[in-house]
């Protein structure tokens, strides 16, 4: 359903509220006034299999446009994740092959549905015409844009001032990313914050196809649980949209305090005049952090997992986590054999492995009925069930 709104301005202005930078606004109240849907995008490359809180900022942005009754594209990059996008790194990508990507980009759709009314998006993949370019046709496109340009970026120009090798294919990456947009010939272009210069490099390119060049509109990006970096998966600081409730609270309770108003703001979408309230409350310590961050914690469980399983992982971690409690519900795993408690370990999927699981039972991090184990080698045999755990949120129920 679309807002009515007084100008074109001031609908531009409430399409883009909250965004880091738009290129711009004149140029999108411009297109909005011819009174026809934009052709709106947001790309998103396949590196790993989890969409995650950070992306659904985005994404929210990009519904935004859905409701005002745009044409919306959701983008799967497809073939430029076999590229890599090099944006904030400080090295190289490692590779994916055709098979990471396709088991990757597998749920993607069913993920960023979480956030997007995918029922009116399209989804489309950019392999339907990059895999199709000729090199004939590459050279042309690398030829609109100079080693020079590409070097403004801060990441390429740390890289390189830093002796960090760049590899010539990374160049092509915001190359391949400009195609799209011509390709799709799109009206607007959306991404994080860290994305600008990819987005800004499209403008030119549509411009030498004959096109009108896209309005670029960048989101803010959410700092992982460590309270330091962007939130990544490659990081390890993310909460995934298919996290279970619990663990999606767990981890929301390990944000630092000095960032709750930043996650009130980007990943449970509270007003403005909250957010300002939160902050200063939390300045005079009239707000008390612990308190915050469960509202938080379970605003956010809510919003992917219903109301009912918020409450559930408020309640569990109480119990759980704060009281020490072992909880009443956990999955079981049956003995099957297995005596050695390494084995038992990566079996209930507490450890990538026999060497990790080890490590963990010598650093004290493995306990069987509340007793920790600190032998490496122990073995283990009960005749009644008995409780693995493995830190303060992992448990499963041994079955003889």
Known sequence: ???????????????????????????????????????????LDPTSPDLHVGH?????????????????????????ARIGDPSGRNALRPP????QIAANMKTYAEQAGKVLDMSRVRLVYNSEWLSKLTFSEIYKLLSLTTVAQMLERNDFKQRYEGGTPIALHEFVYPVAVAYDSVAMHVDVELGGSDQLFNLLISRPYQTHFGQEPEICITAPLLVGIDGVKK?????????ALTDPPNDMFGKTMRIPDHVLPEYARLAVFRPAEEVERLRDGLETGAVSPMDEKKRIAEDL??????????????EWFERTIQRGEIPAEMPELRLDGRDKLADLVVAAKFAESKRAAQRLIAEGGVKIDGAPVTDPAARWSASAPAVLQVGSRKFVRIIP
């Open 1 to 43: 359903m679309t807002t009515k709104f007084r100008s074109a301005r001031e609908r531009a202005e409430f399409l883009t509220e909250g965004c880091d930078h738009v290129e711009t606004l004149a140029e999108l109240a411009q297109r909005l006034e011819r009174g026809k849907p934009l052709r709106v995008y947001l790309g």
């Open 96 to 99: 994916l092959s055709d098979a």
């Open 231 to 239: 939130m990544s998966k490659s990081t390890g600081n993310h909460i």
């Open 301 to 314: 469980v809510a919003r992917y997992h219903g109301t009912d399983a918020a409450r559930a992982a408020r």
């Open 56 to 80: 659904a900022v985005v994404l929210r942005l990009l519904q935004r446009f859905v409701d005002d009754g745009h044409d919306v594209i959701l983008l799967i990059g497809d073939f430029t």
